[in-house]
Every structure is written in C-alpha cells, then in structure tokens.
C-alpha cells in the first residue's frame, strides 16, 4: 500500500465514485506546489498507488486535488465545486496516510482515515 491513498464516496447515490481523476503534491521551500503523483480512482472508488516507485515521502505539506466537475458530468450532473483541493501535512512519514473524500453536487466532507 502507498504511503498516502484515497477513497471517494458518492454521497447521493452511496456508491464509490469510479474514474475520478486526482493529483498528488508536494509543497516546497518557497511554498509552490510540485506534482509528484496522479491517477484515477477503481471501481471501488479507491487509488492505492498515487506514490510512484522511487518517491519517498518525507515530512511537510501535501494536496490532493480532485476533478469533481468530470465525475459530475459522467454521472449527467453538474458539481457546484469543479474541484476540491485538500491540503494536509505529514508529521510521521513512516505511516499510511489515508485520505477519504465524500462528494456531493453541492458539498463534500474529508477525514483522516485508516
């Protein structure tokens, strides 16, 4: 399992939200943003490898950026965010940090999962 991962949950229609695509970042010294991972989520909604082989994740800042606004229009709906950046820090690096997201076309709601 990567060291950071992500599931999405349809809110509206309680079932995983497949294809949603997703960046990984990095924040750096000078508080830019750099790419370090992408995907899409499974049929289960989930992405187990947004770290690429080789990446090491280290203490600092992170952003996961989901395009809502695509999975929304698969559905033949429409999203009031057309994306949602989550920021989130990385105190102890040797752990999993798991990142659930749960959308709906006009909110959406995240924690700290397992």
Same mark, same amino acid.
């Given at each position: ?6 599931? *999405? $949950?349809?809110l509206?229609?309680? $079932?995983?939200?497949r294809?949603?695509s997703?960046v $990984?970042?990095?924040q %750096?010294? /000078?508080r830019?943003?750099?790419? +370090? %991972?992408?995907?899409? =989520?499974?049929?289960? %909604?989930?992405?187990?490898?947004? *770290?690429p ?5 280290q =203490?600092?800042? &992170?952003? $996961? ?5 695509? &999975?929304f229009?698969?559905?033949?709906g429409?999203?009031? &965010?057309?994306?949602i950046?989550?920021?989130?820090? +990385?105190?102890d690096?040797?752990?999993s940090?798991?990142? !659930? /997201? /749960?959308?709906? !076309?006009?909110? &959406?709601?995240t924690y700290? %999962?397992?």
């Amino acid at each position: 399992m990567s060291a950071i991962s992500t599931h *999405v $949950l349809n809110l509206v229609t309680g $079932l995983p939200a497949r294809n949603v695509s997703v960046v $990984l970042e990095s924040q %750096g010294s /000078l508080r830019t943003w750099r790419k +370090i %991972g992408d995907g899409r =989520t499974d049929a289960d %909604g989930r992405i187990e490898d947004l *770290v690429p082989p080789g990446v090491r994740i280290q =203490t600092g800042s &992170y952003r $996961l950026t989901f395009d809502v606004a695509s &999975y929304f229009r698969s559905q033949n709906g429409a999203s009031f &965010y057309p994306e949602i950046a989550i920021a989130f820090g +990385i105190q102890d690096p040797a752990q999993s940090h798991h990142i !659930p /997201l /749960l959308i709906g !076309p006009f909110g &959406y709601t995240t924690y700290r %999962g397992s």
